[in-house]
Each structure stands twice: as structure tokens, then as C-alpha cells.
């Protein structure tokens, strides 16, 4: 595969005009929750989800057990975090000491020399044990063989179903199924209390797209080829776009131009949707007695295939520490302690299985309270995070890495853009060829930069 890359001051130059536009983003979003423990304090910048909100709960133990490590935490929504983080770090602002970031930053910021090599400290306790990460997390989160990052939750993506609607209705899928078979499946199992599939139409690179862009590569579509000539108008893209605007408008949820993935997993764990494609963190609410209807009754599948197999996604939430920070050192004893072994051991014993950071580690999955908790889903969810490879995304070669993203600066804009003409399609408000038309005109503006960078590259040698 043939990657081509900026300069390191072209590069520069794109993510800080990308921190400029979010700074003012943050500067309008609030200051978040801070947790300060006093004195010259480690400032954590975290996203506020339940996993990490958990984290802030436990660290008192990690001071106890560091005496002169004092914490501050920074913890905010998704947006709110990507912001302020991006914002920080790209400009060298040096406010944060450890960063809540993920395998779309990661690669990207350790190129740009904006964070601190992990590796060299990981070197130095061998009680750590990085091999014990999952693999494809592990690549994903390194740059030049190093990681720059680590992991504290990963998820890929598979199909979720209903088993008891499922059969009784005798419909059963295989167990590598294509799309076309979900959707018959979904035509036979949708009616007017009932949708049949749930699939993200929420606005957002990081919503509908998620989804979308793993069907776009089962179809053997991509963004760029390996020119950067955008191809919004093969026929890969139209095929793989077309089957799903048609698919969640047929047999989807109402209102599904507004459905992202709370509103899908409300649905199945509420018995009002036969099936739901997303991410495999959602068994932690669909196994939960206290918030899922269907608890014990939920069937899992790998993400369909088509033209290519192995489609699931590759997220994770990951620390690291910006290069700028003068508390290196007692950073990476906190990130140390917040993705190694003893930590997630800690939670499943103090919190309870359910409440473990999914998806980073393999010993997870064999801590005795989670391998209970984890039986009907541990293989299917494992399989999945394995298979997925970010650096070969698709069936043809691209100049990008990245699955259900692509690991370019300018995707944060291009994605979004692209999204709400998608979105705009699944309410019925513009066609399909609209649309992808019009993402042609948005991603052509990106891929004439590249090649424009190549041919200077070119002319200069």
C-alpha cells in the first residue's frame, strides 16, 4: 500500500488550523468538571464517559499508593474534549499533562512530534506488559514502531440481533452474513412497533459514518484513490451509499436522520428493533438486566461482508502525554496505572464486571467475573478487534489509513460535510446522487492538496 505523506510543516500547518477553529468551539462549551488534588498537580484531560468517570472514582487510590502525585481532571464531553485537547496540544499550550486522544489523533500527533514516546518508559516496567494489548490496537496506537499512546478501551463493530424475535419469526442468518441477507432479514422482521434494523443517521464523521464507511469498504468502495482522486462517483460508492439510505429508510427506525448510537441501543435493549449494527461496546448496556429488556437474549454476528470480509472498525480511547509536558515522568505512573492489568482486575473486583473498560487487553477476557459476564459475546467481539487493520481498510489501495475514518487532518471538516449530506438523504430531503455528488465537490478540494504536495514533492527531487 502506497502512503503519501506531507511535510511535517504542511502537516503542522493543517492541525493548527484545525486547533485555531476549535479553540473558539471550546471556548464557547464550558470548562467541564475539575477535580483539583491541590499544589503542582498532574491535570488529566479526560472524555466523560462511564468507564472514565470510574477512573476519577478510583484515583484516590493511586495517590494513596504515589504519595506527591496530586491529580486534576479535566473531564468533558466527546466534542468538548476533542476540542480543547486538539486546541492544547497542537499549539504546544502545555495545560495538560496526560490526554484522553484516539487511533485517529494518535499516529497523526506522534508524526508531528506533538507526544511523548511511551515506549521508552514502558522499557523501564516490566510488569507493564504491552504485549498483552490487542494487537491491532497495539499497531494502531504506534508510530515507527513505538506507541504513543495506550490503550483504555477499545470496541470494533458487529451485528447485534434480537434471538427471540428472530426465532419467532424462524429466520436465521449465517454466520458470516452479507449485507443483502440483513436486509431481507430486516424487510421480513420490520412493522410499525418493530423496526427492522437500526442503523445511525445522526450528522457527524464520528455518527453516521462510523457505520456507513464500514459498508462502504464491504462494497469495495474508498474515499481517494491512490492519487487522491476522490470517489464519491464509482460505482462501489453509489452501491454501497444506496443500500443503506434505501435499507434504514425501508426498514429502519423512525426519525433515523436523528439516531445515533444512544437512540439504537435504547431501541434493541427495549424490544422496539430486531437488529442494530454498531459498536461492540454496546453489550454493556444490552447484557444489563437494569437497562436491557432483552439481557441474555442478544445474538451476535461479525460486521456483513460483500465484496471484502473483515469489516468491522477500530476505535479506541487511549492516554497519552504531549511532548510539552514537564510531568512526564509522574504522568506515565498514572497512565500506567489507569491501562495496566491490576487496574481492570481492580475495577471488575471493587465495581463489578460490568463495569470494566472493554477491548484493551487480552488477560481481560480472562479474569474470571468478566469471562462469565463476557461468555456470549467475548469470541465474536475479540475475533472482530483482531481482524480489523486500519492500515489495509479496503479492497483497493488508498493513500490513507483508518476504517471508519480517515487518519488525515482535514478529515474532522471533510467528514462532517460529507455526513450531512448522507444524513440529508436518509430524511428524504435530497437524492442519493445528490449527495454523493456533492461529497465528490467537498473531497476533490482535499485530494487537489495532496496530489499538489506530491507533484511539488516530485519536482523538488
Known amino acids: 500500500m502506497t502512503v503519501i505523506r506531507r511535510s511535517a510543516r504542511r502537516r503542522a500547518a493543517a492541525a493548527g488550523g484545525l486547533a ?25 484531560a479526560m472524555v466523560s464517559n462511564s468507564q472514565m468517570t470510574d477512573a476519577v472514582g478510583l484515583a484516590p487510590e493511586f495517590e494513596r499508593a504515589n504519595p506527591g502525585v496530586k491529580l486534576k481532571f479535566v473531564t468533558l464531553s466527546e466534542n468538548e ?18 490526554v484522553m486522544i484516539s487511533n485517529y489523533e494518535t499516529r497523526m500527533w506522534a508524526q508531528n512530534g506533538w507526544l511523548t514516546d511511551l515506549s521508552s518508559l514502558m522499557d ?77 443517521g445522526k450528522p457527524g464523521w464520528g455518527e453516521v459514518l462510523a457505520p456507513l464507511n464500514t459498508v462502504i469498504n464491504a462494497f ?62 454496546a453489550v454493556s448496556s444490552l447484557e444489563s438486566p437494569e437497562t436491557s429488556k432483552i439481557a441474555g437474549q442478544v445474538g451476535y454476528l461479525p460486521a456483513p461482508k460483500m465484496a471484502k470480509s473483515g469489516n468491522g ?56 467475573a468478566y469471562k462469565e459476564l463476557s461468555s456470549t459475546f467475548a469470541k465474536q467481539t475479540l475475533d472482530s478487534m483482531l481482524a480489523a487493520d486500519q492500515s489495509r481498510p479496503t479492497l483497493e489501495p488508498v493513500p490513507y489509513t483508518g476504517i471508519q475514518f480517515l487518519a488525515i487532518p482535514e478529515f474532522q471538516d471533510l467528514g462532517t460535510r460529507v455526513s450531512q449530506q448522507i444524513s440529508a438523504a436518509i430524511a428524504g430531503q435530497i437524492s442519493v446522487d445528490d449527495a ?26
Open 436 to 461: 454523493l455528488a456533492q461529497s465528490q465537490k467537498y473531497a476533490e478540494v482535499v485530494g487537489k492538496s495532496y496530489r499538489d504536495s506530491q507533484d511539488r514533492t516530485g519536482a523538488a527531487r
Open 313 to 368: 472498525w477500530l476505535y479506541t480511547w487511549s492516554l497519552g502525554i504531549p511532548a510539552k509536558s514537564t510531568r512526564a515522568g509522574d504522568a506515565w505512573k498514572f497512565v500506567s496505572w489507569m491501562t495496566s492489568k491490576q487496574y481492570i482486575a481492580g475495577v471488575a473486583d471493587k465495581l463489578g464486571p460490568s463495569r470494566v473498560p472493554p477491548g484493551s487487553r487480552l488477560s481481560t477476557y480472562e479474569l474470571p
Open 20 to 44: 485555531a477553529a476549535t479553540a473558539l468551539l471550546a471556548g464557547c462549551s464550558g470548562a467541564g468538571v475539575f477535580t483539583d488534588g491541590g499544589g503542582s498537580a498532574v491535570t488529566v
Open 124 to 200: 523501564r516496567d516490566p510488569s507493564y506488559d504491552p504485549g498483552d494489548f490487542i494487537p491491532t490496537l497495539r499497531d494502531a496506537l504506534s508510530y515507527q514502531g513505538r506507541m504513543y499512546s495506550v490503550p483504555f478501551y477499545g470496541e470494533s463493530s458487529f451485528l447485534m440481533y434480537n434471538k427471540q424475535m428472530f426465532a419467532k419469526a424462524g429466520i436465521t442468518l449465517p454466520a458470516e452474513p452479507t449485507w443483502p441477507e440483513v436486509a431481507d432479514a430486516a424487510r421480513k422482521l420490520h412493522s410499525r412497533d418493530v423496526a427492522g434494523i437500526c442503523l445511525r
Open 220 to 281: 469495495g468502495g474508498r474515499w481517494f484513490d491512490e492519487q487522491w482522486n476522490p470517489q464519491f462517483d464509482s460505482q462501489q460508492m453509489r452501491d454501497a451509499v444506496r443500500f443503506y439510505v434505501d435499507t434504514v429508510r425501508n426498514y429502519g427506525e423512525a426519525g433515523a436522520a436523528s439516531t445515533g448510537f444512544q437512540e439504537c441501543g435504547n431501541l434493541l435493549a427495549q424490544g422496539q428493533a430486531a437488529m442494530w449494527y454498531d459498536s461492540t461496546a
Open 81 to 98: 474534549a476533542r476540542a480543547k485537547i486538539t486546541a492544547s496540544v497542537s499549539t504546544g499550550g502545555g495545560e495538560f499533562d496526560v
